[in-house]
């Protein structure tokens, strides 16, 4: 951007000659930028190397559940690969996913700021993603971890594996989180331009504002437990284990303190991206964006109250089984406020089926399954029977699938935007119905056996569910090639894609307004704010295969 | 193996009903899932006509609606604000039935260790399956000797957390003679998936028979094939196997009279007093090349129960 404003009706510059991605060359450019997008792409490019490892660790997983006993692999190595697969996937891809890689991205521009509040802590916090990364993956070398990523004492104390290594990485990872959310919430109090109240925001800063305050909050508490658990297990100090004076029962306290939270971290930004893409591709204005706005925040604060509903089965009393039951009902409400709101903006819209909103609608779908079925488990007498068996496991995939869909559906959304290209719409939507379908043949049947009294974290299993087991791993094998075909056509699209025009998709909030990719520092003067989710500015124009500023004055 | 016991098919949803509740969590269980059928139904459904009915087509624009509807949306917070309401109090309702047993339910211990389950009827005869009468109210006080297990009866649709240090307490009451699985359902290391016992319902009667005939055993038997049943109800098989193949501790076979090295390179030989000791301080003398993970039988065993086991072991060439 050199010169001009960045509202509708000024000229947009090309500005490929310099961008973000040209404008100082060299690996050490890049390792020692301050630039947020930068930082978002370090960070993008980071979580995708994890995501394939954990994928790998998911098909492995499957392909050893094809037969009831030992198929691949041993006991002990499948009890490895699942805990491998599931504190990847989390602590690697899920919580940084979004708001580190998206967010770092587009969070700035989207406000109208140059950059974050604190860039240097925000290359910190990269950093500190990839030292925590390694030291959790060293952990494979060091002896593998055996407890299921969820580290229940005594068993995490007293196994003779890298526990130590991994819920280091976790603690060190924490801070990285610690120090993102912080970061947007500074950035998001101090760098609004003139213009810019909280209620012009779009609905994903609202989600990582309020994802923000959970990173901060909880994310402390998983820092204080996992270095409690190596302090014990390192000194043999009693405070979990029983044979050392401790209470078992507190780790899993204190563990989903921060754990359920955590599920608001991974869920909150998904909702947030969904709000902004079913708004874009309807061509319609967001529905009942306070509600939609409050309900983020409503379930960031309430999130925090609930976590005793993963031990109902421990042995707390009933009084708390009712009150954490009773507060889990009370999150599902703003989730249901998001759902009807997103179908609202739908009504009258003009729906374009482009590969970012078959991952938005495919999203509604999963979550809504993902959704519903914690109904069941958050009733008392319901979830005694489905606690700790596949139904778990298939109501956790619906709702974390559901926040992968969101964040490939983020990516489809940003790529011209980050890239600079285009990538084919034909594979686009190609992969997605693969993804779609495989997941909900994966996960489905996992809720069949699970209600069955398949209990997760099974080796063997019981010839019984034999057949719910293979179908389920035929799911995971077509998911697997759904992401391959991403991966294959993304790739391409960075050396053969269309050029990508500012405005791909006729999106009206900032980083709309910049050019594709962005310049360097984002607005050259600070922008003029409207009403992000006022599509009347723009119209089509199919010679750049985007939306060009409608002449003012012009007819709508 | 015995374990892969067939369990007679439920419906598509759900095991068979086998306890008093079954049909209290089963009842609440389909409710939410036609609530849940129905609002899926109208979500999915209207999102696909949207899709269809408002696709973008040439000379079409979207349409101006108000951005906000106060009352809509108090409405649609309303009303499922109201039947999760009910949902939470029927759950409540039932977990109480499910938590609360009756004065006259007679006591069954039931202990967890890395990868069996133990039972102790209320004349202190231990089994490694569950045996109980039809139509009577058992009570367990569940309990673990290492890390937390938990206790699952998908038929009777009961749960508990086996936890080191603390007794949990569950209840339930078998409506069905036969034969139902017990899986351990909280993650517990290697053969956590193996941790699979029998809960074996008798028909009205038999259950005070078998239990008199079950605690007899060792003046019945002769000792090492008391030892035998002691060594396949009591746990130690499942880490020492009698063929020779290593498991998560030694095996059995021809270790007698045999001189074994310990960890810290000494030797001993495996004599009464060595398994003896094993017994009752099993990390004291651990053979070199397995870990100390044993738990100790301080107690759990009585001096005529270690006999049996070490005449077992001698029998076995």
């Known amino acids: 951007m050199s010169t001009t404003g960045v509202h509708p009706g000024s000229a947009l510059p090309d500005s490929r000659e310099s961008n973000y991605l040209t404008h100082k060359s060299g690996l050490g450019s890049w390792m020692m930028t301050l630039d947020h997008k930068r930082i978002g792409v370090m960070y993008l490019i980071s979580i995708l190397v994890a995501f394939l490892l954990g994928g790998i660790f998911a098909m492995l997983v499957r392909t050893e559940h094809l037969t009831p006993k030992e198929t691949i692999m041993s006991a002990d190595t499948y009890n490895q690969v699942f805990t491998l697969h599931g504190a990847v996937m989390i602590f690697l891809v899920i919580i940084p996913g979004i708001p580190a890689a998206m967010g770092n991205f587009v969070l700035p521009i989207m406000l109208g700021a140059k950059d974050v509040a604190f860039p240097r802590l925000n290359l910190c916090s990269y950093y500190l993603y990839v030292v925590g990364t390694v030291m959790a993956l060293a952990s494979i070398a060091l002896g593998a971890v055996d407890t299921g990523w969820t580290f229940y004492t005594p068993y995490s104390t007293t196994t003779n594996t890298a526990v130590i290594w991994m819920v280091m990485g976790a603690f060190v990872l924490g801070f990285s989180s610690i120090f993102t959310g912080l970061n947007f919430i500074v950035t998001i109090h101090r760098l609004r331009p003139p213009g810019m109240t909280w209620f012009r925001m779009p609905l994903f800063l609202w989600a990582l504002y309020a994802t923000a305050i959970i990173q901060l909050l909880a994310t402390p508490v998983l820092g204080i437990t996992v270095v409690l658990l190596a302090v014990e297990k390192a000194f043999h100090i009693g405070i979990f284990d029983p044979q050392l004076g401790g209470d078992p029962v507190l780790f899993q306290h204190f563990f989903w303190f921060y754990s359920h939270p955590a599920v608001y971290i991974m869920i909150l930004p998904a909702m947030g991206v969904i709000s902004e893409l079913i708004s874009v591709f309807s061509h319609k204005h967001i529905f009942g964006y306070k509600f939609i706005a409050y309900s983020s925040v409503a379930i960031a604060i309430l999130g925090f109250l609930v976590w005793g509903h993963h031990m109902f089965t421990s042995g707390q009393s009933s009084l708390a089984n009712m009150i954490f039951s009773a507060l889990t009902f009370s999150v599902s409400i703003p989730s249901a406020i998001k759902v009807f709101n997103w179908l609202a903006t739908m009504f009258k819209g003009s729906i374009s089926l482009e590969t970012p909103m078959c991952y938005a609608l495919s999203f509604i779908f999963i979550f809504g399954i993902g959704g519903l079925t914690g109904l069941f488990l958050g009733t008392l007498a319901t979830d005694i029977h489905l606690h700790d068996t596949y139904f778990v496991v298939a109501h956790f995939h619906y709702v974390m699938f559901g926040t992968m869909i969101a964040f490939v559906g983020a990516l489809h959304y940003w790529w011209p935007k980050m890239t600079g290209r285009m990538y084919s719409e034909f594979w686009g939507r190609i992969a997605c119905a693969l993804i779609f379908l495989g997941m909900n043949i994966t996960f489905f049947t996992q809720f069949v056996m699970g209600s069955h009294g398949m209990p997760r974290r099974y080796f063997n299993y019981i010839e019984q569910f034999a057949s719910y087991h293979q179908l389920s791993t035929v799911g995971a094998f077509i998911q697997g090639i759904g992401f391959i075909v991403v991966a294959i056509y993304l790739a391409h699209s960075l050396f053969r894609g269309r050029r990508a025009p500012a405005n791909p998709w006729g999106g009206n909030s900032l980083e709309w307004h910049c050019s594709s990719p962005p310049p360097h520092d984002n607005f050259a003067v600070t922008p003029t704010v409207g009403d992000c989710y006022d599509y009347s500015g723009w119209q089509y124009d199919a010679q750049i295969g985007g939306y060009i500023p409608r002449p003012v004055g012009a007819e709508h | ?317």
């Open chain 2, 1 to 317: 193996m015995n374990y892969w016991l067939a369990q007679t098919q439920g419906d598509f949803w759900l095991p068979p009903q086998a306890s008093t509740v079954s049909a209290e969590v089963d009842w609440l269980f389909y409710f939410i899932y036609w609530l849940s059928v129905f609002f899926f139904v109208l979500i999915v459904g209207v999102m696909m006509y949207f899709i269809f009915r408002y696709r973008r087509q040439p000379g079409r624009r979207a349409e101006h609606t108000s951005h906000h509807n106060t009352l809509l949306e108090l409405t649609w917070s309303g009303i499922p604000l109201l039947l999760v309401g009910f949902i939470f109090y029927t759950g409540f309702k039932s977990f109480m039935h499910m938590t609360v047993a009756p004065a006259d339910a007679a006591e069954i211990k039931v202990e967890g260790q890395k990868w069996s389950w133990s039972f102790t009827y209320p004349n202190g005869y231990v089994d490694k399956d569950l045996h109980v009468p039809v139509d009577a109210s058992i009570r367990l006080l569940l309990s673990s000797s290492d890390v937390i297990h938990s206790f699952y009866v998908p038929a009777f649709r009961v749960k508990k957390d086996a936890v080191p240090g603390r007794y949990n307490k569950a209840w339930f009451r078998a409506t069905q003679p036969g034969e139902y699985l017990i899986f351990c359902a909280e993650y517990c290391g290697t053969q956590h998936s193996d941790m699979i016992s029998k809960c074996v319902v008798h028909p009205p009667g038999e259950y005070e028979k078998w239990l008199q005939d079950a605690s007899d055993f060792l003046s019945k038997m002769p000792p090492a094939e008391a030892g035998e049943k002691l060594y396949t109800t009591r746990g130690c098989r499942q880490c020492h196997s009698v063929d020779g193949t290593a498991g998560q501790g030694p095996s059995f076979k021809g270790i007698f009279d045999h001189p074994v090295a310990l960890a810290d390179g000494s030797q001993v030989v495996v004599d009464e007093n060595y398994i003896r000791e094993s017994i009752l301080e099993p990390n004291k003398k651990v053979v070199g090349g397995y870990q100390a993970i044993m738990p100790t039988y301080k107690g759990r065993l009585k001096d005529e129960e270690i006999g049996a086991i070490i005449e077992y072991i001698k029998s076995l060439k």
